[in-house]
C-alpha cells in the first residue's frame, strides 16, 4: 500500500524493475550521462530540474532501464543538447530521429534563406554574414566582401572558414591592428562552443588556430570598452576601421541547419568607421 501510495505521488518516478530491463542494452545511458557531466550537473540536479527521480536517472545512466522517446528528449532539452545530438541519443536509444536536417538550398528552406538575405542586406553598409555550426561561410553582404581584398586565394576556395580566415597569417591577420586581443576573443568563444558542442571539428579547429601566431600583445582599453567588448581593429584601404560584433540565431528552430546557423554582424565603434564604410560600399 505504502509503495503504490508513492508511485501515484510520484508520476515521473518509474522504478528500475518496473522496466523491461531485459531488452538490449543500449549507448544511451553513458552519453546522457556524459552530457550531464558537461554541463557540470550532479544527478540530483539533473532529477530536480526533470522532474525525475535520482534513482530513475541512476538506471538511466548505467543502462538498467531503457528510456522512452519522451523521456530522451525531455534530458536532451533540459541538458541543452544541440538538436543534431538529439537525433545521435535518440538513435542510441532505439528510436528513429525526429529532427530534419536539409541544406540551406533546399526548396522547403526558401523562406529561411530570403530572411537570411534580407537581414544580411539590411546591415549594410556595415558587414553581416552567415555561418554554420564549423564556422563557414554560408553568405555576407557587399561590405564583407570588401573587407576581404587582398587574401590569399586559397582562403577564400569554398568551403570558406570565417575563424581561419580571420586568423591565419596570409588572411586578414597581418592587418588586424589588435591580433593578440582579437585572437584570444574568438579562441575563447570557440573553447566555449567545444565545451558546449563536443563536436570533434570545432575542436581540431580549435587546436589549428591555437598554432597560430599570438602577435603583440597590446594594452588593455580604456573604459567600459573593455568590459563590454573586444574591437575588431582592422587596417583597410580607407583607413583604420573599429568595430565590435553581433551574433543573431533562429529563436526557436526545429530544423538542424537553422539552429546551426547564425549571424555575425559587425557595427562601427566610431563615427570614423562608419563614414569609411559606407564610402567602401556605395
Do not use: K
Not at 587582398?150 to 580571420?166: F, H
Not at 583607413?239 to 533562429?250: A, E, K, N, P, R
Request: hydrophobic share 40%; aromatic share 4%.
Amino acid at each position: 500500500m505504502t509503495s503504490q501510495v508513492m508511485d501515484r505521488r510520484r508520476p515521473r518516478d518509474y522504478r528500475c524493475r518496473m522496466l523491461n530491463i531485459d531488452r538490449p542494452t543500449s549507448s544511451i545511458g553513458p552519453m546522457l550521462r556524459e552530457w550531464r557531466q558537461r554541463r557540470r550537473l550532479s544527478q540530483l540536479d539533473l532529477a530536480c530540474d526533470a522532474d525525475i527521480s535520482t534513482r530513475h536517472l541512476s538506471c538511466v545512466e548505467t543502462g538498467r532501464a531503457t528510456p522512452s522517446r519522451e523521456m530522451v528528449l525531455h534530458l536532451a532539452e533540459r541538458l541543452d543538447v544541440p538538436l543534431r545530438e538529439r537525433n545521435v541519443l535518440l538513435a542510441a536509444a532505439g528510436y528513429a530521429p525526429v529532427y530534419a536536417e536539409r541544406p540551406l538550398d533546399d526548396p522547403a528552406m526558401h523562406c529561411a534563406r530570403q530572411a537570411v538575405q534580407t537581414l544580411l542586406r539590411a546591415h549594410e553598409p556595415y558587414p553581416a554574414l552567415a555561418v554554420d555550426r564549423h564556422w563557414q561561410l554560408l553568405s555576407a553582404n557587399r561590405s564583407v566582401q570588401a573587407l576581404m581584398a587582398g587574401v590569399d586565394a586559397t582562403l577564400l576556395e569554398p568551403p570558406i572558414n570565417v575563424l581561419r580566415l580571420s586568423l591565419h597569417p596570409r588572411g586578414l591577420a597581418p592587418r588586424i591592428l589588435n591580433l593578440a586581443q582579437w585572437r584570444a576573443h574568438l579562441l575563447a568563444r570557440l573553447g566555449q562552443q567545444v565545451h558546449a558542442s563536443a563536436d570533434p571539428v570545432l575542436a581540431a579547429l580549435l587546436r589549428e588556430l591555437s598554432g597560430y601566431p599570438a602577435g603583440a600583445a597590446q594594452h588593455p582599453m580604456d573604459g567600459a570598452t573593455q568590459s563590454v567588448v573586444v574591437p575588431l581593429q582592422l587596417e583597410s584601404p580607407l583607413g583604420q576601421l573599429s568595430l565590435v560584433s553581433t551574433t543573431t540565431v533562429f529563436g526557436t528552430p526545429v530544423d538542424i541547419t537553422l539552429s546551426e546557423l547564425a549571424l555575425e554582424t559587425f557595427f562601427p565603434a566610431d563615427e570614423s568607421t562608419a563614414q569609411a564604410l559606407r564610402r567602401l560600399v556605395h
